[in-house]
């Protein structure tokens, strides 16, 4: 098993066959979809298709229920803003109205266009961490030349954020030790307990970075000269070979992201107009 950002997955998966270069450059080009994507049901499609890969790249699918809370919580914070706290705007139609708030219809149709687009970027990030090591980010930028100092504040970035989700674990393990079962609880008990989870994790963050300096330290690193940007052995990239497999894929990923481009701006086919779900929330709403 290989020990990812956001936990394991075996070693003969068939994801380790990619460059990692490509991993990344996945992550940047498939994130834009859902932000040139206006209609709903396409970009719920994205979220479907990144879960077939997860299941593909043998990632255990139960990793996901953690991720629940946050995007219930979410779709609530998205509704609320968009219609709530929206304020008067006589020129939408007012579907409802009390206590002198008032629903317009456009403003729930934006929140969940807005919400459409965050949940695929969730799945996008959480498959791209879950497949990925800290090893992989500094392959993939030590390929591109990216200088070294860079290189190594984001690797030590990712690693504090891959022991934070290790004390999170922690912490929910000791309070089951304590008898505490989240078990049957309502959804706004268990946010209230991520909550609460913020002051250990915070406290534990501090003792952390301590711990980085001291070793840091320990081992005779320096900050000077860090800029100057002295050459080093790139030994990590004699083990990745960019083959043209990898190449393959990233010019269909850029030729996927050109033809969104063009159907969306050109043609207006991913637009919100004329979509399923404006029909089905004008039969609903209107």
Request: hydrophobic fraction near 55%.
């Amino acid at each position: 098993m290989n020990k990812t950002l956001l936990g394991y997955v075996p070693e003969e998966s068939p994801i380790y066959y990619i460059h990692p270069f490509v991993r990344v450059f996945f992550l940047f080009i498939v994130s834009l979809f859902p932000m040139i994507i206006s209609a709903p049901e396409w970009n719920l499609l994205i979220a479907i298709l990144i879960i077939i890969l997860m299941r593909y790249s043998r990632i255990n699918l139960s990793t996901l229920k953690f991720y629940i809370p946050i995007a219930v919580s979410m779709g609530t914070i998205i509704l609320f803003s968009h219609t709530v706290f929206a304020g008067k705007h006589p020129e939408f139609i007012e579907l409802v109205r009390f206590f002198g708030i008032r629903i317009y219809y456009e403003r729930i149709v934006e929140a969940l266009v807005v919400y459409f687009r965050v949940v695929p970027m969730i799945f996008i990030t959480v498959y791209f961490l879950s497949i990925s090591r800290e090893r992989d980010i500094i392959v993939a930028m030590r390929s591109i030349r990216i200088p070294f100092v860079i290189t190594y504040l984001v690797a030590m970035s990712l690693r504090a954020v891959g022991m934070v989700l290790e004390d999170f674990s922690i912490v929910r393990q000791a309070e089951k030790a304590r008898g505490f079962d989240p078990v049957g609880k309502s959804i706004a008990y268990k946010l209230r307990q991520y909550v609460m989870y913020i002051i250990p994790l915070f406290a534990l963050a501090i003792r952390r970075a301590d711990e980085f300096s001291n070793a840091l330290v320990a081992r005779g690193y320096s900050y000077t000269g860090l800029f100057k940007n002295p050459k080093r052995s790139d030994y990590v990239l004699t083990h990745y070979q960019f083959k043209k497999f990898d190449l393959v894929i990233s010019i269909i990923l850029v030729l996927m992201l050109i033809i969104l481009i063009i159907l969306q701006y050109k043609f207006g086919l991913l637009k919100l107009e004329g979509s399923f779900t404006e029909k089905l929330l004008k039969r609903i709403l209107l």
